[in-house]
T-cell receptor, first 115, second 110 residues
Framework: DAGVIQSPRHEVTEMGQEVTLRCKPISGHNSLFWYRQTMMRGLELLIYFNNNVPIDDSGMPEDRFSAKMPNASFSTLKIQPSEPRDSAVYFC?????????????FGDGTRLSIL | GDSVTQMEGPVTLSEEAFLTINCTYTATGYPSLFWYVQYPGEGLQLLLKATKADDKGSNKGFEATYRKETTSFHLEKGSVQVSDSAVYFCAQGGYQKVTFGIGTKLQVIP
């Protein structure tokens, strides 16, 4: 079975550029989560969706960050304009639902470097 | 609010040693509890879970028991292998989202 698919796996770009990260959740999963992982701050939840609707975006650091989920099989996380402090590994995860007993399934992440 | 506390790493063990990684949680109600593992260059993978008090989750030789009285979910393995070297995250499932601990890096040396 295909897991959560993220693209690109690596992205290197200069500050000020727009960055778009993509995620395809597991088919049949109704909840989707975006995380950021850094050495200093660990794993941070940025935003999550349930049935394609954003539920909680309180973890989005600034207005430069935006996320969309136009359908059940695709989501994007966009940073515009990007800054060096945005450098991190960004993970997408999906789960069957937001019920507390449902585990999350993670993609392999996008390693983002902003120069 | 909900939180998960796990021991700071890194933890370095010799092959075949006994492993314990401590995890405690604070939550209202009775959350589900999880251990995830992250290998280098990969995302987190579910290792095991327990959904109610006294449940024991197990997988690949790892075990953890949901202890409501001590609000703990310690991860154990009787004999670690080099291939177990990874970062281990304790997590709890709360209302509509999961709260993760900071992660504990385990290094197993031959």
């Amino acid at each position: 079975d295909a897991g959560v698919i993220q693209s690109p796996r690596h992205e290197v770009t200069e500050m000020g550029q727009e960055v778009t990260l993509r995620c395809k959740p597991i088919s049949g999963h109704n909840s989707l989560f975006w995380y950021r992982q850094t050495m200093m701050r660990g794993l941070e939840l940025l935003i999550y969706f349930n049935n394609n609707v954003p539920i909680d975006d309180s973890g989005m650091p600034e207005d430069r960050f935006s996320a969309k989920m136009p359908n059940a099989s695709f989501s994007t996380l966009k940073i515009q304009p990007s800054e060096p402090r945005d450098s991190a590994v960004y993970f997408c995860a999906s789960s069957l639902s937001v019920r507390s007993n449902q585990p999350q399934h993670f993609g392999d992440g996008t390693r983002l470097s902003i120069l | 609010g909900d939180s998960v506390t796990q021991m700071e790493g890194p933890v370095t063990l010799s092959e075949e040693a006994f492993l314990t990684i401590n995890c405690t949680y604070t939550a209202t109600g009775y959350p589900s509890l999880f251990w995830y593992v992250q290998y280098p260059g990969e995302g987190l993978q579910l290792l095991l879970k327990a959904t109610k008090a006294d449940d024991k989750g197990s997988n690949k030789g790892f075990e953890a028991t949901y202890r409501k009285e001590t609000t703990s979910f310690h991860l154990e393995k009787g004999s670690v292998q080099v291939s177990d070297s990874a970062v281990y995250f304790c997590a709890q499932g709360g209302y509509q989202k999961v709260t993760f601990g900071i992660g504990t890096k385990l290094q197993v040396i031959p």
